[in-house]
């Protein structure tokens, strides 16, 4: 199975539980589609990757982003004008705001 991150307490909604960290660039600037680190997301229409693969000792690399049944959420923040990846805790209502 390799290695992950399991909340070991209960988590609240909209909780934030860690950011990923990583090496920002534009997606079209990112050629190694095989890294299994790599996360992909849109900002005001540009298409960035963070990637992770390089061994930080950071949680936020080893959180699964599952695009079927994911029981967190990634939000973008700007600060100073950089996207960070910020990972939510969600019960999955679509109306609440994370």
Do not use: M
């Not at 079209?28 to 390089?54: M, P, W």
């Not at 939000?75 to 805790?89: A, F, N, S």
């Amino acid at each position: 199975l390799g290695r992950g991150v399991v909340a070991l307490e209960h988590i609240e909604t909209s909780t934030f539980v860690v950011e990923c960290h990583g090496i920002l660039s534009q997606r079209k600037h990112v050629e190694d589609i095989q890294n299994n680190y790599l996360f992909d997301f849109t900002r005001n229409g540009t298409c960035y990757c963070i990637d992770a693969s390089q061994e930080d000792g950071t949680l936020g690399r080893l959180v699964n982003d599952d695009h079927r049944n994911p029981n967190c959420k990634v939000r973008t923040i700007i600060v100073e004008g950089r996207p960070h990846l910020c990972i939510t805790y969600s019960y999955g209502d679509s109306s609440w705001p994370w």
